[in-house]
């Protein structure tokens, strides 16, 4: 069951702020998220497995609702190099579960 | 620590070719996988080894795809015969725990 990325696409400025949505409609074990550059591997930014978690490094963090059926990631004060696709990936029942991604937020930062 | 190595970058075959792609997962690393990430959507699972045993095979194309990890190290994707909407990114990503690591992806064109 693919969990449902929005926006589809955003446009920021140098310093604005972002938040792209992962929404899931049963439970969820896990939420991993990823950005990945044009023609590049997905690279791995974080994974939030408790209901009601928070986490982050740098000025990107992520946070998991306490119903564990939605998460979200906020880029704050952004820059050039946030430029490129971000995932969300989800796993459902347990850790052997596979990992299901959504269909990608394109976000674009310009100067 | 080497990431997840892949080969070919970049390989054009026209349809009902074969066509085999490598990839070399983070030393110690006993689970691989392999994704097809198709333009504009997510990776999607393929197969999953756990050393050189499969998990997870269900969403492999088996009449025409078949993958091995014969010493529970490097792992061979191979296409026979390709088709058309076979032309998309081979992604392998290896895991020791809950974080999977991309390689950077084996670029296929089907003519």
């Known amino acids: 069951q693919q969990p449902v990325q929005s926006p589809q696409a955003v446009i920021l400025r140098e310093g604005e702020d972002a938040v792209i949505n992962c929404s899931s409609s049963?439970?969820?074990?896990?939420v991993h998220w990823y950005r990945q550059k044009h023609g590049e591997a997905p690279i791995f930014l974080m994974i939030?497995?408790?209901?009601?978690e928070q986490k982050g490094h740098d000025k990107i963090s992520a946070s998991f609702n306490e119903k564990k059926q939605q998460s979200s990631l906020y880029l704050t004060a952004s820059q050039l190099s946030y430029s490129g696709t971000y995932f969300c990936?989800?796993?459902?029942?347990?850790?052997?579960?596979?990992?299901?991604f959504g269909k990608g937020t394109k976000l674009s930062v310009k100067p | 620590e080497a990431g997840v190595a892949q080969s070919p970058r970049y390989k054009i075959i026209e349809k009902r070719q074969s066509v085999a792609f490598w990839c070399n997962p983070i030393?110690?690393?006993?689970?691989l996988y392999w994704y097809q990430q198709i333009l504009g959507q997510g990776p999607k699972l393929l197969i999953q080894?756990?050393?050189?045993?499969?998990?997870?095979d269900s969403q492999l194309p088996k009449d025409r795809f078949s993958a091995e990890r014969l010493k529970g190290v490097d792992s061979t994707l191979k296409i026979q015969p390709a088709k058309l909407e076979d032309s998309a990114v081979y992604l392998c990503?290896?895991?020791?725990?809950?974080?999977?690591?991309f390689g950077p992806g084996t670029r296929l064109l089907v003519l």
């Open positions: 990503a290896s895991s020791r725990s809950e974080t999977q690591y």
């Open positions: 080894f756990q050393n050189n045993g499969v998990v997870d």
């Open positions: 030393s110690g690393h006993a689970t």
């Open positions: 990936g989800t796993i459902y029942g347990g850790s052997q579960g596979n990992l299901i």
């Open positions: 939030l497995l408790k209901g009601g």
């Open positions: 049963k439970a969820l074990y896990s």
